[in-house]
């Protein structure tokens, strides 16, 4: 007799798609692999309140995860179905986080890497509202995103015009 076919339960099925989420959210970062660090960002000038480079790690983990949950609070209330406005802006906003690093790092286009984050920074103000109005939670979940992100726009622009 064969085993028939076990469908994950409820809690299960959140589970898996909740780790799903975590690890898109923190694919995002493997983009660096493709970055080769030289001495190029050692050389540039950089304003005295640049973070030191330690922070980044802890500060992107969180918002990775803080990231994670609030998509899939906006997926559990109907899935793509229901939610595939405010999910495929979450996306577009992903690939432009994903896609800064290797522009900024490994390709050192300070201006492209400048219009690039304006672009990151509106998808992820346009998902926040989205996000708001599926699920004030997982709104305020990509509040502190946005707040980096602006730190970092404002980084990347005095960075630029201190090496332009």
């Given at each position: 007799?064969?085993?028939p076919v076990r469908y994950p339960t409820f809690v299960g099925r959140q589970i898996i798609v909740f780790i799903g989420w975590l690890?898109?959210?923190f694919a995002a970062?493997?983009?660096a692999v493709f970055v080769s660090v030289d001495g190029w960002y050692t050389t540039l000038n950089k304003p005295s309140w640049n973070p030191p480079s330690w922070l980044f790690g802890p500060v992107w983990s969180l918002l990775?995860?803080?990231m994670a949950v609030a998509a899939w609070l906006v997926w559990r209330k109907g899935g793509w179905a229901a939610q595939r406005w405010p999910l495929s802006l979450f996306l577009v906003q992903w690939l432009l986080n994903a896609?800064?690093?290797p522009?900024?790092?490994g390709m050192h286009?300070?201006?492209a890497s400048l219009v690039e984050i304006v672009l990151l920074w509106l998808a992820i103000a346009a998902t926040i509202h989205a996000f708001w109005r599926v699920s004030k939670p997982a709104g305020w979940l990509l509040v502190p995103y946005l707040a980096w992100?602006?730190?970092a726009t404002f980084l990347n622009f005095t960075i630029w015009r201190l090496n332009g």
């Open positions: 007799m064969q085993n690890v898109l959210c970062a493997t983009s990775y995860i803080m896609l800064w690093t522009l900024f790092f286009q300070l201006g992100v602006s730190f």
